[in-house]
T-cell receptor, first 115, second 113 residues
Framework: GAGVSQSPRYKVTKRGQDVALRCDPISGHVSLYWYRQALGQGPEFLTY????????KSGLPNDRFSAERPEGSISTLTIQRTEQRDSAMYRC?????????????FGSGTQLSVL | DQQVKQNSPSLSVQEGRISILNCDYT??????FLWYKKYPAEGPTFLISISSIKDKNEDGRFTVFLNKSAKHLSLHIVPSQPGDSAVYFCAASAETSGSRLTFGEGTQLTVNP
């Protein structure tokens, strides 16, 4: 696609429910990143993939968070048993080659609200 | 620990004047630095970058300066325009981490007509 696409744009859920956030990166981009952004803060790294392989998941807060990119394109970030503290903007980004000295292209994000 | 810091949450300048946004980092492994610009309800968009082998990179009205010894970089916008009003994020990456970026907290720039 022309840009990084994320869905849904907004997600409101009740505490304890599972949510799945979707990211469709720029076509052909090797690397895909998930970030979380709290209000008034910069994006905070969660995890990233090169093709379908998860390279680094050190930023995932706990084991309720997981991500996959099974075919090396679309990715899903899943949060199980959501808690109010999970409320944030979740941003996906992709880069062409996954090398250093590359810029990331960001989507518009999914705003998650856990009630 | 906050490896990239932007100590000024906000900056207000007059149209036509220079805007200077500052960023400090602590990780000496960082070798690539970027500035992103973010408008409300949009994702961050890339603005300009600099490699650690340089101390200056210019693109039109935007110039980024890097002082490695001080672990400090700055973004200069001249002349500033009202359309430049946005949140600016400083980000950094290390060769060992691919294109993973570490971001600062952001600075809200307001350019007044």
């Amino acid at each position: 696609g022309a840009g990084v696409s994320q869905s849904p744009r907004y997600k409101v859920t009740k505490r304890g429910q599972d949510v799945a956030l979707r990211c469709d990166p720029i076509s052909g981009h090797v690397s895909l990143y998930w970030y979380r952004q709290a209000l008034g803060q910069g994006p905070e790294f969660l995890t990233y993939f090169n093709y379908e392989a998860q390279q680094d998941k050190s930023g995932l807060p706990n084991d309720r968070f997981s991500a996959e990119r099974p075919e090396g394109s679309i990715s899903t970030l899943t949060i199980q048993r959501t808690e109010q503290r999970d409320s944030a903007m979740y941003r996906c980004a992709s880069s062409q080659l996954g090398r250093s000295n590359e810029k990331l292209f960001f989507g518009s994000g999914t705003q998650l609200s856990v009630l | 620990d906050q490896q990239v810091k932007q100590n000024s949450p906000s900056l207000s300048v007059q149209e036509g004047r220079i805007s200077i946004l500052n960023c400090d980092y602590t990780n000496s492994m960082f070798d690539y630095f970027l500035w992103y610009k973010k408008y409300p309800a949009e994702g961050p968009t890339f603005l300009i970058s600099i490699s650690s082998i340089k101390d200056k990179n210019e693109d039109g009205r935007f110039t980024v300066f890097l002082n490695k010894s001080a672990k400090h970089l700055s973004l200069h916008i001249v002349p500033s325009q009202p359309g430049d009003s946005a949140v600016y994020f400083c980000a950094a990456s290390a060769e060992t981490s691919g294109s993973r970026l570490t971001f600062g907290e952001g600075t809200q720039l307001t350019v007044n007509p």
